[in-house]
Nanobody, 120 residues
Framework: QVQPVESGGGLVQAGGSLRLSCAAS????????MGWFRQAPGKEREFVAT???????YYADSVKGRFSISRDNAKNTVYLQMNSLKPEDTAVYFC??????????????WGQGTQVTVSS
């Protein structure tokens, strides 16, 4: 089992940047696909980005060109670099370990989430 723990959330102005980190404890996470999802108040959880064990990446259309997912297997950590943030990016961001893909059902282990708030 891999247990993800997110960090790096906070309050930022529109147009700013944040980098989220997800440290995976337990077994080495190199064989796992990793994903980022987010959930805004009153909305369902939605896919943000995913990275395969080989480094392939895929993004939601809403963040493509602004967000970048990467991983450092030596540190058991995956990152989400978020640039040009918009108020609609405000949400709790969750990291998940499992398979590579955009659907939540492909992931077995989820973190507790970190709040990102973008002010206008």
């Amino acid at each position: 089992q891999v247990q993800p723990v997110e960090s790096g959330g906070g309050l930022v102005q529109a147009g700013g940047s944040l980098r989220l980190s997800c440290a995976a404890s337990g077994r080495t996470f190199s064989p796992y696909g990793m994903g980022w999802f987010r959930q805004a108040p009153g909305k369902e959880r939605e896919f943000v980005a995913t990275i395969s064990r080989y480094g392939d990446t895929y993004y939601a259309d809403s963040v493509k060109g602004r967000f970048s997912i990467s991983r450092d297997n030596a540190k058991n950590t995956v990152y989400l670099q978020m640039n040009s943030l918009k108020p609609e990016d405000t949400a709790v961001y969750f990291c998940a370990a499992g398979d590579y893909g955009s659907t939540a059902s492909r992931y077995n282990n989820w973190g507790q989430g970190t709040q990102v708030t973008v002010s206008s």
